[in-house]
């Protein structure tokens, strides 16, 4: 496992400011870098150069940035954070369900910016370790999934989760530091992604979220992004 700083990082940005702005940000904290104005260039070099994490503008001249994120997925699992100037949240449902990992919403801090590095570089460390034999228990902070078992314990505690519950922690376990779609949760968890079930999903998540949040009104697992999703966090 590397340490921060020292991953290749490929900027897909067309505005010259903004690049500079990231360019000097990841220079002042030893990331290595490249960078890349249009879509076709960043395919292009996500295939030649392999970075470790590309950032990616959604807005580009020529190729729309979720088609970039469809095209890398066709042949690589590296971490994509989708930087969108745009406050609509469709467009990051979009980048996200085309499987990118998190966002960033112009304007951003150069903080910001860091600390979504941070969380994407420790994301990899843990896809290095599991790339090795699957994993069979989950570990964060107090909780702990026995995939084999089927049982989830809470400091020690063992809990009582309902298979929907069940199912909806371990989606999210296994996906630690990734934002993912209401769309994406339903999908995956009901087979099913039709909006009327968005109510069911907050449900399940408020009763999971009893059982596992200390304050569930101040998550420490599952943060919610709204109008967007949910991520489970490394605590
Ligand atoms: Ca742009």
């Given at each position: 496992m590397?340490e921060h700083?020292?991953h290749s990082?490929?900027?897909v940005?067309?505005?010259?400011?903004?690049?500079n702005l990231?360019s000097?940000?990841?220079?002042s904290?030893?990331?290595?870098?490249s960078?890349?104005?249009t879509?076709k260039?960043?395919?292009?070099?996500?295939?030649t150069?392999?970075?470790d994490?590309v950032l990616?503008?959604?807005?580009?001249?020529?190729?729309d940035?979720?088609?970039?994120?469809?095209?890398?997925?066709?042949?690589?699992?590296?971490p994509?954070?989708?930087?969108s100037?745009?406050?609509?949240d469709?467009?990051k449902?979009d980048?996200?369900?085309?499987?990118?990992?998190?966002?960033?919403?112009?304007?951003f801090?150069v903080?910001?910016?860091l600390?979504?590095?941070?969380?994407?570089?420790r994301?990899?460390g843990?896809?290095?370790?599991d790339?090795?034999?699957q994993k069979?228990v989950?570990?964060?902070?107090?909780?702990v999934i026995?995939?084999?078992a089927g049982?989830?314990k809470?400091?020690g505690?063992?809990?009582?989760?309902?298979?929907?519950?069940?199912?909806?922690l371990c989606?999210?376990?296994?996906?630690t530091?990734r934002?993912?779609t209401?769309?994406?949760i339903?999908?995956?968890?009901w087979?099913?992604?039709?909006?009327?079930?968005l109510a069911?999903?907050?449900v399940f998540?408020?009763?999971?979220?009893?059982?596992?949040e200390?304050?569930?009104s101040r998550?420490?697992?599952?943060q919610?992004?709204?109008?967007?999703?949910y991520?489970?966090?490394?605590?």
């Amino acid at each position: 496992m590397s340490e921060h700083g020292s991953h290749s990082i490929l900027v897909v940005e067309d505005d010259p400011a903004v690049r500079n702005l990231i360019s000097t940000a990841l220079e002042s904290r030893g990331y290595q870098y490249s960078t890349a104005e249009t879509g076709k260039a960043a395919i292009a070099a996500a295939a030649t150069t392999s970075p470790d994490i590309v950032l990616l503008d959604l807005g580009l001249p020529d190729v729309d940035g979720v088609d970039v994120i469809r095209r890398i997925r066709t042949w690589s699992n590296m971490p994509i954070i989708v930087i969108s100037a745009r406050s609509d949240d469709s467009d990051k449902i979009d980048a996200l369900d085309a499987g990118a990992d998190d966002y960033l919403t112009k304007p951003f801090s150069v903080g910001e910016l860091l600390a979504r590095l941070r969380m994407t570089e420790r994301h990899l460390g843990y896809m290095a370790e599991d790339a090795a034999p699957q994993k069979s228990v989950f570990t964060n902070g107090g909780l702990v999934i026995d995939y084999a078992a089927g049982t989830v314990k809470l400091e020690g505690r063992q809990l009582h989760l309902t298979p929907m519950e069940y199912k909806l922690l371990c989606l999210l376990a296994q996906n630690t530091d990734r934002v993912l779609t209401h769309q994406y949760i339903l999908k995956e968890v009901w087979g099913t992604s039709q909006d009327g079930d968005l109510a069911s999903l907050r449900v399940f998540m408020g009763t999971l979220r009893k059982k596992i949040e200390e304050s569930p009104s101040r998550p420490r697992y599952i943060q919610t992004h709204v109008g967007v999703g949910y991520r489970m966090v490394r605590v």
